[in-house]
C-alpha cells in the first residue's frame, strides 16, 4: 500500500515557475516508477512526466518537454516536477501516481495521490 500527497500548487502568472512535490508513505518506494498527471475542466486526465524508481529513466509529455523536469530524492519518499516557463494552458489539477515496476502513461491503475491545483494566469 502506498499513499501519496501532492503539494505546491498554486496561482502564478504566464512565465513563472512552481515546484510541485509528491510525498510518499509506504515501503520500498525505490521500487515503485512515479508519474505526473494532469486534469483540466472538462478534459480527460494526460500524463505529464514519469520517472523510474532509481531515477535511471524519466518520460515527458510533448507539453512538458525543455520546460517540465521530474525528479526524485528516495531517501525523503519524494518526488518533484519543477516547471519553468508556465502557460495558461497548463491550468490544472496536477496528481501524483506510483506504479511497482515501469514507467506507464495511461491514466489508470496504480496508487493516487488527491491532487493539488496549478492555476497560470494571463
Known amino acids: 500500500q502506498v499513499q501519496l500527497v501532492e503539494s505546491g500548487g498554486e496561482l502564478v502568472q504566464t512565465g513563472g515557475s512552481l515546484r510541485l512535490s509528491c510525498v510518499a508513505s509506504?515501503?520500498?518506494?525505490?521500487?515503485?516508477?512515479v508519474a505526473w498527471f494532469r486534469q483540466a475542466p472538462g478534459k480527460e486526465r494526460e500524463f505529464v512526466a514519469g520517472?523510474?524508481?532509481?531515477?535511471?529513466?524519466?518520460s515527458y509529455a510533448d507539453s512538458a518537454k525543455g520546460r517540465f523536469t521530474i525528479s526524485r530524492d528516495n531517501a525523503k519518499n519524494t518526488v518533484y516536477l519543477q516547471m519553468n516557463s508556465l502557460k495558461p494552458e497548463d491550468t490544472a489539477v496536477y496528481f501524483c501516481n506510483a506504479r511497482f515496476g515501469r514507467i506507464t502513461t495511461g491514466p489508470y491503475g496504480g496508487y493516487w495521490g488527491q491532487g493539488t491545483q496549478v492555476t497560470v494566469s494571463s
Open positions: 520517472i523510474s524508481g532509481n531515477s535511471a529513466t524519466t
Open positions: 509506504g515501503r520500498s518506494f525505490s521500487l515503485y516508477a
